[in-house]
């Protein structure tokens, strides 16, 4: 089966979506919203990043189209947009898990 080629203006976006995810804070953030939505104030907790911070990275996820939020009262709870997020971030951490695994099997007596 061939693989469908990219067009130049297809592998910017593939990069954009890259550079957004090349940010340990964001992951961090994306992987307590695997849980479900979540507030500002409720990320802050689970994850132990500063207020500011998290809100920055929010923004940044939104404007990536990877998050979306919902207003509730004085609050607004962001979810994941796209399940296929959550699928690349546990195909990657599976991917990390099994070499973590390989390498502490090398130095097994």
Avoid: W
């Avoid at 979506?17 to 307590?32: G, H, Y």
């Avoid at 919203?33 to 996820?61: F, K, M």
């Avoid at 609050?75 to 947009?81: D, G, Q």
């Amino acid at each position: 089966m061939e693989k469908t080629k990219l067009s130049a203006a297809q592998l910017e976006e593939v990069a954009r979506l890259f550079a957004i995810l090349a940010e340990p804070s964001r992951l961090c953030i994306l992987q307590a919203l695997q849980n479900g939505p979540l507030t500002v104030t409720e990320i802050v907790e689970v994850t132990g990043l500063r207020q500011a911070n998290v809100s920055r990275h929010l923004n940044l996820l939104h404007q990536g189209r990877l998050l979306c939020r919902r207003r509730e009262g004085n609050y607004i709870r962001y979810s994941i947009t796209d399940p296929m997020v959550e699928h690349l971030c546990q195909t990657v951490c599976s991917k990390i898990e099994g070499d973590i695994a390989k390498a502490a099997n090398r130095f097994t007596p």
